[in-house]
């Protein structure tokens, strides 16, 4: 008897187990949708200030990542660069569907799936300057102002392939056009920058800038941020992600976007060429 009211107690003393919390894969299967986070970077992914409608590579991607699995893809959340993996913590939405690379900084807050492209970034110099060409090596000089963009690829790579340069920060509110701007004028000696951006804001400041000849400074992979922990949610975007490169769905909407498609580096598929008889 006494057992059994002290059973009894425990039942009514002791809080429920709250429910385990639901994961995105879960959600995902759902609720049939994909909710995007995303950030506005052409010609990863564009958004027409007056209608709305977005475009681009990024857009495109994720929008054949959901035909592909027969999911929505809801575009959620638009946020700045530097807080996009803030909306995980508070689920505002299930993934970063722009991409991005994987770096250790990043990590401690995002899982990242494989990834699909890489991307080459190359230094850029005021036109005349040809202190650095086919020598990169000067850019590592306390007398040299490298233009970084807080938070983004080319203030890593600068702090990492220039440690010595002086750093010409500016706020994750401008943009890579603010740092090609402050090369031109000559505020800063030189900056790391993919081709897209820097092409098209030499066809729009003709004489300005110039690509320093020489190698790639770095090839990154660029990924999709997921959250930390969800294992089957990356794994499913993984899949679909491989065959989109073995069926060749990457090389055939770059062609969408000349410039890119020029500069863009892509993966081999999974297989090997036939042997030769």
Do not use: H
């Not at 639901?22 to 959600?27: C, H, I, L, P, T």
């Not at 638009?78 to 995980?88: M, Q, R």
């Amino acid at each position: 008897m006494r057992l059994m009211i002290f059973a009894l107690l425990l039942v009514f003393s002791v809080p429920a187990f709250a429910a385990e919390k639901e994961s995105v894969y879960d959600r995902v299967i759902r609720t049939n949708t994909i909710r995007c986070g995303y950030y506005v970077w052409p010609p990863f992914i564009a958004k027409d200030p007056n209608t709305g409608i977005m475009s681009g590579i990024g857009y495109d991607m994720m929008e054949e990542i959901g035909k592909q699995l027969s999911l929505k893809v809801e575009w959620t959340a638009e946020v700045n660069f530097d807080a996009l993996l803030e909306g995980y913590a508070s689920n505002r939405y299930d993934m970063v569907c722009g991409p991005m690379t994987a770096t250790p900084a990043w990590a401690r807050a995002s899982d990242f799936t494989i990834p699909f492209v890489y991307a080459a970034y190359y230094l850029y110099a005021k036109e005349g300057d040809k202190r650095f060409d086919n020598n990169y090596a000067k850019v590592n000089d306390p007398k040299v102002r490298y233009a970084a963009l807080e938070g983004d690829m080319n203030a890593i790579l600068g702090n990492e392939e220039f440690p010595l340069a002086q750093k010409v920060s500016l706020a994750q509110i401008t943009s890579n056009v603010d740092v090609l701007m402050s090369v031109a004028a000559g505020k800063a000696d030189v900056t790391t920058m993919e081709p897209v951006p820097s092409n098209g804001f030499m066809k729009a400041n003709p004489g300005k800038i110039r690509q320093v000849p020489g190698p790639a400074v770095r090839a990154m992979p660029l990924n999709y941020s997921v959250p930390p922990g969800e294992e089957k949610f990356k794994a499913m975007i993984n899949i679909t992600l491989k065959q989109m490169i073995d069926t060749g769905f990457i090389d055939k909407m770059l062609k969408k976007y000349p410039d890119y498609d020029a500069t863009v580096l892509r993966l081999s598929p999974g297989y090997g060429a036939p042997a030769k008889k």
